[in-house]
T-cell receptor, first 113, second 111 residues
Framework: EAQVTQNPRYLITVTGKKLTVTCSQN?????MSWYRQDPGLGLRQIYY???????DKGDVPEGYKVSRKEKRNFPLILESPSPNQTSLYFC????????????FGPGTRLTVT | QKEVEQNSGPLSVPEGAIASLNCTYS??????FFWYRQYSGKSPELIMS????GDKEDGRFTAQLNKASQYVSLLIRDSQPSDSATYLC???????????FGPGTRLSVLP
């Protein structure tokens, strides 16, 4: 089954404790992306990647890191989480051609206390 | 001014009616547009993509794009209660290769 998976789905952590949210896709997509969704603000792109070893900042990259060492995986790293990073996070992927039609993962709800 | 604007709603329509969802954008560098549907607690799912001026139809859905007016719309014909969701409009910036989403419009289809 073609899908984007994220882990964990739910995470409660404390300020400053490093964490990683994994994202994996099995569709051989070149383009992968991370978003956060907050009430009233909608989906905002954090980072994206056009291919292996190619990453770039979206609109809200502060406080986040990413890496793309393999085509299928695109982990999101919070080196020192803060309460303002409490949010719902989505990973998405698409082909570079055929219109960038993105497929989204199920989401990770992160709470930083 | 947000780059992609949508009326947050809720937009309420009776079952069987046409629901009209609108989106405006400010960045002329955005050339491709997408409509996603998001049920509460779920991830967005793609409904339509549109890249050129005019209409694009897919079943009960029609997307319209007017680049001169910087306007994108989604029409849902014969609305069903199962269409009740939040609809997200997104633009793709060709120069930056990244996406900008609107805040979404909540649609409620009343039985």
């Amino acid at each position: 089954e073609a899908q984007v998976t994220q882990n964990p789905r739910y995470l409660i952590t404390v300020t400053g404790k490093k964490l990683t949210v994994t994202c994996s896709q099995n569709m051989n997509h070149e383009y992968m992306s991370w978003y956060r969704q907050d009430p009233g603000l909608g989906l905002r792109q954090i980072y994206y990647s056009m291919n292996v070893e190619v990453t770039d900042k979206g609109d809200v990259p502060e406080g986040y890191k990413v890496s793309r060492k393999e085509k299928r995986n695109f982990p999101l790293i919070l080196e020192s989480p803060s309460p303002n990073q409490t949010s719902l996070y989505f990973c998405a992927s698409s082909f570079l051609v055929a219109g960038y039609e993105q497929y989204f993962g199920p989401g990770t709800r992160l709470t930083v206390t | 001014q947000k780059e992609v604007e949508q009326n947050s709603g809720p937009l309420s329509v009776p079952e069987g009616a046409i629901a009209s969802l609108n989106c405006t954008y400010s960045d002329r560098g955005s050339q491709s547009f997408f409509w996603y549907r998001q049920y509460s607690g779920k991830s967005p799912e793609l409904i339509m993509s549109i890249y050129s001026n005019g209409d694009k139809e897919d079943g009960r859905f029609t997307a319209q794009l007017n680049k001169a007016s910087q306007y994108v719309s989604l029409l849902i014909r014969d609305s069903q209660p199962s269409d009740s969701a939040t609809y997200l409009c997104a633009g793709f910036r060709n120069y930056g290769q990244n996406f900008v989403f609107g805040p979404g419009t909540r649609l409620s289809v009343l039985p």
